[in-house]
């Protein structure tokens, strides 16, 4: 399959797709996707940081970071537009950066998602927000077609459908591919039209059936499996990632299926039902029992914690977790890193022999 | 029980804790104050201010099963607590005192220990350090009954409140206030209506009281005047010379944020605005010799303050506006007693950190022509994502369109082990000179 930045250039100029600049984590893909968009979402570009420290303290994540370098090197002139979701207040500064001051001669739209703990005024609340983000997109993009949305609807539940499918393998053991396969496959969702990414995900399925190496399992638990030299070293040492806690991953990718006719209220109706996220304001009882679960699926010995450095929502938390799973008797380790960078000698030496206090 | 608790709480509030204060304020030994040539005379409110912090401090330690207590950031629409007659209290107040008396970062480190990172916000690490080691400046905090936030200030808050939920299994009410991108639309509004009309039953459970929507006014009122009293206050320093410091306001700011819609708030404002209007028409500045009028963004440098007020007065420089302590009286207005949740919206939702960088930038640059500022000194506070993020291109921005020179100051709120004497001094020196020029 092509590289990103050509599939993304084909998808414009072959398909006449229209290319948005997507920011984390949560947002109605679906919409966009009715509406002749390609969301291209904006999480660990590999570019060097040149320009964005002069608009951004050392204290600021390395998500948000390298998201400005990429539009301050000039890598996002070929996009129609950009969508920042609320996702914590780094992102939400950024979005004003961008949007107010960086003269970016682009549409941004914002997409504000209630935070739990919900009400009755949430759920009317996203709805309504949902028809807003429309109102505002028909503006640039022209009206939305009511049966492209149901469509594209139906076409993000079967992706999450066979996502599921895969994680439950998983779980099970009994899906043979490596870490670093496994993510680099789910990943391509970041970029992918759903007409592509779910004949993708067919494949890598039929593929991938089978037993999975015999080491022990761990979850992952945090926002993105990024260094991504910690997948292979897990590879190599033998340990499988059963199940995963990561922002970018299950927590916003395994979207229980509505049976809600109108595509509103199904797009409602699974924001709602999604697993639990720091991002959402879900309270640490709920992770804590969303955690405990993964954990006894997929008879995980263990639970790492690989946090982006300067992540708050992440952070905040995780003392919490960590209590209640080692009291539970599961290991856990905590990695605090900056993304794209290589894995140090000192954290591989703790990844090993956290591997040894699992075996 | 409840009842004897219930009347100790009351005698010590009216008679008690004021007739304590009075003796101890005969027998403390009063040492000469040492006059510095470059301030004007002190405040009298002062005093005030510092016995009405000092009993409200106190009086918590009575509060627990006398009256339901809630911990509330400083941001939420106290008000409606108010009309069930919580006893509040401010983690956020708390982290800035225990800053102030430079036991922030010991106390940081309680929390650390514990596992919460270095990169977190210091008022929060603060605040759990003390729930973990049950120390404080303050003697003792009153056990929460409920926690309320609301996201208008930061995300931060609320997950800091989710630790304390999970820490003292208690509820946590969170009223969630769409960041305004651009505008806050009416559906915005209709959702935070609907929140606070759902907070009600959760209230009465567990303060045991019915909604008393009469009451509920009054603290409306009272909340209102205060703050733009509050507004007249800060409005005082449009005068040359400016009868106060901004490092003066950060400390008489403690009654709007902890006190607010209590009488206690109003009648202290009142005082100091007289204060101050006296000393405007008698010419009596802050400092004695005011050359430059500063600004300052974002929120006070707590264990530094002392030390820069007067390396600033030094050199005839005085702080007369700030973004921060603004933010109590800027979207007040709102708040309409024959409207309350409607108004309630709108006031708590426009406030300075839950509106677009653009907004932000608009209110300096009024502020800038309003209070005739020379110069801008911008903190960077580790702590605090949401006010900082942006400052470099504000600071930039405020140069290129009003030629304001600006400094920033890479620091933290609360946590001393963060601040850097040597760059700091390197780049005050270089904006004094910058200033000179
Ligand atoms: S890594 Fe954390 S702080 Fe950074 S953008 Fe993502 S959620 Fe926000
Ligand atoms: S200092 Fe900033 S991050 Fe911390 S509680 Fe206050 S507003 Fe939130």
């Given at each position: ?277 720091t991002?959402?304001d ?30 708050e929502p992440?952070l905040f938390d ?42 | ?119 977190l916000c210091?008022?929060a ?30 995300q931060t808050v609320v997950y800091w409140y989710k630790v ?274």
């Amino acid at each position: 399959m092509a590289k990103r930045e050509e599939y993304i250039d084909k998808e414009k100029k072959e398909k006449g797709k229209k290319l948005f600049g997507i920011f984390p984590a949560q947002y109605p893909r679906e919409i966009l996707w009715a509406m002749n968009v390609l969301p291209v979402e904006i999480w660990d570009p590999p570019l060097e940081v040149i320009h964005a420290n002069a608009h951004l303290q050392p204290y600021i994540c390395s998500v948000v970071r390298l998201g400005l370098e990429l539009i301050l090197q000039g890598k996002c002139e070929g996009l129609d537009g950009f969508l920042f979701p609320h996702t914590c207040d780094s992102i939400q500064n950024l979005s004003s950066i961008v949007s107010d001051y960086l003269g970016v001669k682009k549409p941004c739209y914002f997409f504000y998602h209630p935070k739990s703990p919900y009400q009755d005024s949430s759920r009317v609340y996203y709805l309504e927000q949902l028809k807003g983000l429309v109102a505002r997109l028909e503006k640039q993009l022209g009206p939305l077609d009511s049966s492209q949305l149901k469509h594209r609807v139906q076409q993000g539940q079967e992706v999450a459908r066979v996502l599921k499918q895969l994680y439950d393998l998983r779980v099970q053991g009994e899906l043979e591919a490596s870490n670093a396969d496994f993510y680099r496959v789910v990943r391509r969702g970041e970029y992918l039209s759903p007409d592509d990414f779910l004949p993708l995900l067919e494949e890598f399925l039929a593929a991938a059936k089978g037993s999975a190496q015999g080491g022990p399992a761990v979850i992952m638990s945090g926002v993105l499996p990024n260094p991504k030299e910690i997948l292979t070293l897990l590879d190599e040492l033998g340990v499988r990632i059963a199940h995963d806690d990561l922002l970018n991953c299950s927590r916003r990718l395994l979207v229980p299926p509505s049976r809600a006719d109108d595509p509103f209220e199904a797009l409602t109706e699974s924001y709602f039902a999604m697993p639990p996220c720091t991002t959402k304001d879900s309270s640490v009882s709920e992770r804590v029992d969303d955690l405990l679960a993964k954990v006894e699926q997929s008879n995980a010995k263990g639970v790492i914690f690989y946090m982006v450095k300067f992540c708050e929502p992440e952070l905040f938390d995780v003392p919490q977790l960590t209590g209640e799973l080692r009291k539970r008797g599961v290991a856990t380790l905590l990695i605090d890193c900056e993304l794209n960078q290589n894995l140090s000698g000192q954290l591989a030496t703790r990844v090993e022999a956290f591997f040894e206090m699992i075996s | 029980m409840y009842l004897i608790k219930n009347l100790q709480y009351h005698f010590m509030k009216d008679l008690g804790l004021p007739a304590l204060m009075r003796f101890s304020q005969r027998t403390k030994k009063r040492r000469p104050k040492k006059l510095d040539t470059c301030f004007g005379p002190p405040l009298t409110s002062t005093g005030r201010l510092k016995e009405i912090m000092t009993r409200h401090y106190l009086l918590s330690r009575y509060a627990e099963g006398a009256r339901p207590v809630a911990w509330v950031t400083s941001g939420a629409p106290v008000e409606l607590l108010r009309a069930f007659e919580f006893y509040t209290f401010y983690p956020e107040n708390h982290g800035a005192l225990c800053g102030a008396q430079k036991v922030g970062s010991e106390l940081c480190e309680v929390a650390e220990g514990k596992g919460y990172s270095q990169d977190l916000c210091s008022y929060a690490r603060i605040d759990l350090g003390v729930c973990f080691s049950g120390r404080t400046p303050v003697g003792k905090l009153p056990k929460p009954d409920l926690l309320f936030a609301s996201n208008n200030i930061c995300q931060t808050v609320v997950y800091w409140y989710k630790v304390l939920a999970y820490h003292w299994k208690v509820p946590l009410i969170l009223f969630d206030t769409p960041y305004n991108f651009k505008d806050i639309a009416d559906s915005d509004i209709s959702y935070m209506v609907g929140q606070l009309e759902e907070m009600i039953p959760v209230l009465e459970e567990v303060s045991g009281k019915e909604f008393n929507y009469q009451r509920f006014q009054d603290v409306i009122r009272l909340a209102k005047e205060a703050s733009l009293t509050w507004g007249e206050v800060l409005a005082t320093m449009k005068a040359r010379p400016a009868p106060m410091t901004i490092f003066d306001a950060f400390g008489h700011l403690a009654p709007i944020v902890s006190l607010r819609g209590l009488p206690v708030a109003l009648n202290y404002y009142r005082v100091l605005l007289n204060e101050l209007n006296d000393r405007v028409k008698k010419g009596i500045g802050a400092i004695t010799d005011e050359r430059k009028r500063l600004m300052w963004d974002n929120i006070a440098i707590w264990y530094k303050v002392r030390d820069l007020s007067n390396r600033f007065a030094e050199r005839g420089m005085n702080f007369v506006a700030a973004t921060y302590t603004n933010a109590w009286a800027e979207t007040i207005s709102y708040l309409d007693i024959n409207h309350p949740f409607e108004s309630l919206a709108k006031a708590y939702s426009l406030v300075i950190l839950n509106n677009n960088l653009n907004h932000r930038f608009e209110l300096m640059e009024r502020l800038v022509k309003e209070y005739g500022v020379d110069g801008l000194v911008i903190h960077s506070a580790r702590s605090c994502k949401p006010y900082s993020v942006g400052q470099y291109d504000i600071k930039r921005l405020l140069m290129d369109r009003l030629g304001v020179p600006s400094v920033v100051i890479e620091a933290d709120i609360a946590d001393s082990r963060v601040f850097s004497e040597e760059q700091t001094r390197t780049r005050l020196e270089a904006f004094f000179e910058a200033m000179e020029a």
